[in-house]
């Protein structure tokens, strides 16, 4: 009897890691075309058109072209290392996403340290930016991953504090309670209490997803592509790929810690009683969409920052905001809010 | 039992992995293989129960001060970090705690059943906590003691070393 519950929990997992992996792939594939499309109108294009009706089976045939190009190593790379780099940064990315409910009663693994091991994968994934970069043997490469780890972890600090304010206020590491405790506070979504964290974190989210304007590590106009410059075939395929993912688990992660989830606040049920009938992973989706068009419209409208300013703006401005985020909360916390 | 040959396990893996730290010439790799035990380390908190100490072990061991390290690495060039291969004395002093702890933890290992942690009361005395360290959890004692008798005897001979320098 024992075996056959372990063997159902097992095909449970087994199910659940293959739909969230095919319906979170699909969508990286499908927001590659959708970035091309939306960028394309924002500055009087077309975008793709050809390959397929509106071309929509453009990421096919990129994938195809991506699997069917030589895999080339360069002479002076360090091969190993440079063969497991992007495996890193596409494994860790979407490790992630099996710590993240997608609806109340689907998560692959609703653990109790959900939060912290989201930042313990982002930590590692580094490496394999890093080591990319090192192993490729090119100095443009070691300077992007050199900028990436520097960026990477300058950033992790304010996004910590955010999330540990966040954290203070579910009172749990659990992204399930964080959504629960939103419902039932008096203000429906921890934007209101935290709008600070959530700036904050927001532009964090950028930074950490190497998105314009903070994608120093793979500027064009220094770096030729940073530390991707020696990669070709789908090897350079996994780092856009992890690249999408991580845009969609950021984005997961701003609609579960600060816009309640699947959830709608009481308060806009009240003014708007229809939006009670939406069904809870269409409220999801939705949000998740928007910072979707959010990562691609500031790639589209914003400029590349410098990297002192990027350096500065961290530890002078988004530190110092985030502790205070953080005080604000203990202070409301104490006040029974 | 079943937990007690996880830990013999995990321990093989650390010592691999230390012979394989001595062995590797280039610095990089030895780098990468010290990375390796930090994550091995994560993985035996969290099979410990301690998954809070695990989540932290990685953001804070692995991921921030590794990756500074690092760093130092990649802006030296690689000529200033050559050192001549260990002797075999050499090698005998740098294995010795290494093997004296492996030896004393197989020893608790195979004289106690670990049992996984269990939350105990919040309001028991200091004796009692006494009483549940030293006899039902005598391997956290002895990883606390190694832990902080290494570095003394390090510090102890480094000092020592440099007196008869002067």
């Known amino acids: 009897m024992e075996l056959n519950n372990l063997l159902f929990e097992i095909i449970l997992i087994l199910i659940k890691v293959a739909v969230v992996l095919g319906l979170v792939l699909l969508h990286a594939a499908y927001t590659v075309y959708a970035e091309r499309k939306i960028i394309g109108r924002m500055q009087a294009r077309l975008g793709p058109s050809e390959v397929g009706p509106f071309g929509l089976l453009q990421p096919i045939a990129d994938l195809l072209k991506l699997l069917t190009k030589e895999d080339i190593v360069p002479l002076e790379a360090e091969r190993l290392i440079f063969l497991i780099a992007p495996l890193i940064v596409l494994t860790f990315a979407i490790v992630n996403l099996s710590i993240i409910p997608f609806y109340p009663s689907f998560v692959v693994a609703d653990v109790n340290i959900g939060v912290l091991l989201i930042l313990a994968c982002a930590s590692i994934a580094v490496y394999g930016i890093i080591l990319g970069g090192w192993s490729s043997g090119s100095k443009y490469s070691l300077l992007g991953g050199l900028r990436s780890a520097a960026q990477v972890l ?140 959010l990562f691609i419209w500031v790639r589209a409208t914003y400029p590349r920052y410098r990297f002192d300013q990027l350096m500065n703006m961290c530890w002078k401005i988004f530190i110092p905001i985030s502790l205070l985020n953080f005080l604000i909360v203990a202070f409301l916390k104490w006040g029974g809010f | 039992m079943t937990r007690s040959l996880f830990m013999l396990s995990f321990l093989s893996i650390f010592l691999i992995l230390f012979l394989l730290l001595l062995r590797e010439k280039r610095v990089v790799y030895q780098f990468l293989i010290y990375l390796m035990m930090m994550i091995l380390l994560g993985v035996v908190y969290l099979f410990l129960n301690a998954e809070f100490l695990m989540a932290f072990q990685i953001i804070v061991y692995a991921g921030a001060i590794l990756i500074m390290f690092l760093f130092f690495l990649y802006l030296y060039p690689e000529e200033s970090f050559k050192v001549d291969t260990l002797s075999i004395r050499q090698l005998l002093k740098v294995m010795l705690p290494s093997c004296v702890f492996s030896l004393v933890l197989i020893l608790v290992l195979l004289l106690y059943d670990v049992k996984p942690y269990k939350e105990q009361a919040s309001d028991f005395s200091i004796k009692e906590l006494a009483d549940l360290l030293y006899n039902k959890y005598p391997l956290a004692i002895f990883l606390l003691a190694f832990i902080l008798t290494y570095p003394m005897i390090a510090i102890y001979l480094l000092v020592k070393g440099s007196e008869s320098n002067d």
């Open chain 1, 154 to 293: 300058s950033y992790e600090i304010p996004l910590s504090m955010c999330l540990a304010a966040v954290i203070l206020s579910a009172e749990s590491f659990k992204l399930s309670d964080i959504v629960n405790h939103q419902v039932q506070s008096s203000f429906g979504m921890n934007i209101i209490p935290q709008i600070l964290g959530f700036i904050v974190f927001l532009i964090c989210a950028f930074a950490e997803t190497n998105r314009a304007p903070f994608d120093l590590p793979e500027a064009e106009s220094e770096l030729v592509a940073g530390y991707i410059t020696e990669y070709s075939g789908f090897r350079m395929g996994m780092f856009f790929l992890a690249e999408y993912t991580s845009m969609y688990v950021m984005s997961l992660l701003i609609v579960h810690c600060y816009l309640g989830g699947w959830t709608l606040p009481n308060w806009l049920l009240t003014i708007i009683p229809p939006l009670k009938y939406l069904p809870t992973p269409i409220i999801l989706l939705f949000k998740v969409y928007f910072f979707i068009f």
